[in-house]
């Protein structure tokens, strides 16, 4: 197919002048790329080199924003792992796309990127280790292989099996160890890739609590702390903590230098984001699936694709997580997911995220859990709705990144009229999306091994 060569005019890099013009790229190879999505669990962008953080915590994450694109603020469609890796893969706000406390499984009526790229004739291959991930939860439509690189897998597998919850699952969880399990199967899968384009999807688990790094990275970042080590203080989780990123960080520089030795990283979409944050005290809770506030529900959104995008992109905008999957199918130039919400970055990146034409939306996120909740984040403005107390907290971010000082209605300084005609807009955006597609309330189970359909068979809930 015949090359296409676009311009672009671009200032970027957040604030300080890129060069006075890029050039852009606009190339049609005759196969489509390969795609490499990571997730990293529980990553917050400003604990990276690349998001300003003042430790050394991401060398790899950095030289990947470097050569690609990074996204300031990129938003989870929620603060826990389940919705917010459903809302990934399906382009979907959480109470669209129905995977969350009420029904813990993605339904099989809704449409994924891996769905998507299987039937354009991508091999489709994810590699997980947190337990929300397991194939039971529905995430693993689409995939060809679906590997699990946890250490507990039989005591997972038995839970299922046994229809019964077990907490101690969750223990382990936190203590399990996994990036060597997930740096070998990913390295055994590349050596051996298909030829043909390829869909690998990586979470990596380690960052999530309990924060064991090993050695050397459990006292990388101790230096200048008073903290001792496992005292518990913020000082002390925190390091630990960063820790993880770093080691994390070196599995992923690994992993990267897996695909270049086959010739397939500079052929790919590298993508690397987050399913949501981590508070460490900043609203008086330490972990996440507590609050909407940002220290939850921002991630990181880094993309490289050399010779499609040009290096050292910064865009400004708020973008959401359900943007990712309509944007890697957009750079694969393969059609659109047909019901997602979320919208493509592409046109945001050619226009070096400056486009006058990009209209400014709000990303959402949710909480559909003890509590109800509904965020709206604009450039400036946030805007959090408690919707089982019905309060509305409104914070200027300019003045107060932290969200430590809501305003009140009456505050002359908020926009009251465009938030509530942007609050009116979703709401009803939200609505209609979820009437167009009603979860259904009872599971169809045709994924399931074999071994739990009879269990359940055996139960009564399938016939
Ligand atoms: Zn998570």
Redesign the pocket.
């Known amino acids: 197919m015949a090359r296409r060569r676009g311009k672009v005019l671009g200032t970027a890099l957040c604030g300080v002048a890129l060069a006075a013009a890029l050039v852009w790229w606009r190339s049609s190879p005759a196969e489509p790329p390969s795609i490499v999505l990571v997730s990293i669990?529980?990553l917050r962008p400003d604990h990276l080199g690349c998001y300003g953080y003042s430790r050394n915590t991401s060398p790899a994450l950095d030289r990947l924003a470097r050569e690609g694109a990074r996204f300031k603020t990129a938003v989870s469609s929620t603060s826990?792992?389940l919705p917010?890796h459903a809302a990934l893969f399906t382009g979907l706000p959480d109470r669209v796309h129905g995977c969350g406390n009420e029904q813990r499984w993605l339904d099989r009526s809704r449409f994924t990127l891996a769905e998507a790229l299987q039937q354009a004739g991508y091999h489709t291959a994810g590699f997980y280790s947190?337990p929300?991930l397991h194939r039971y939860f529905g995430l693993s439509q689409g995939f060809d292989s679906w590997t699990e690189c946890t250490s507990y897998r039989e005591q997972i597998d038995r839970m299922i099996r046994e229809w019964r919850y077990d907490p101690r699952i969750e223990e382990q969880a936190f203590r399990d160890v996994t990036n060597p399990i997930v740096l070998a199967a990913v390295r055994a899968w590349i050596e051996s890739a298909p030829r043909r384009p390829f869909f690998l999807f990586i979470h990596l688990w380690d960052v999530?609590h309990d924060y064991i790094p090993p050695p050397p990275y459990d006292a990388l970042f101790r230096e200048g702390t008073t903290a001792r080590p496992g005292d518990g203080s913020r000082e002390d989780l925190i390091s630990r903590y960063d820790g993880e990123i770093r080691w994390t960080d070196a599995t992923l520089a690994a992993i990267f230098e897996a695909l270049d030795r086959r010739g397939l990283k500079d052929r790919s979409i590298l993508l690397v984001t987050a399913?949501?944050g981590e508070a460490f005290f900043e609203h008086g809770h330490h972990g996440?699936r507590f609050t909407l506030h940002d220290e939850e529900v921002r991630v990181p959104l880094l993309v490289r694709y050399p010779g499609r995008l040009p290096a050292g992109l910064c865009i400004e905008p708020p973008v959401s997580l359900i943007d990712i999957a309509p944007t890697l199918l957009d750079l694969a130039g393969l059609p659109p997911l047909p019901a997602a919400l979320g919208r493509s970055l592409v046109p945001l990146l050619e226009a070096a995220g400056t486009s006058a034409t990009w209209k400014e939306r709000p990303a959402i996120s949710e909480f559909r859990d003890h509590r109800q909740m509904l965020a709206l984040r604009l450039e400036r403005w946030k805007l959090i709705a408690d919707l089982t107390s019905g309060t509305v907290q409104v914070y200027d971010l300019e003045r107060d990144p932290g969200e430590h000082s809501p305003l009140g209605a009456a505050d002359p300084s908020v926009p009251a009229a465009a938030l509530a005609a942007h609050w009116e807009r979703t709401v009803r955006q939200l609505d209609a999306a979820a009437a167009r597609l009603p979860v259904p309330q009872t599971r169809d189970w045709t994924g399931l091994p074999e071994v739990h359909r009879r269990h359940l068979r055996s139960l009564g809930y399938l016939r």
Do not use: R
Request: glycine share 10%.
């Open positions: 669990d529980t826990w792992t917010a947190g929300l999530h399913d949501h996440h």
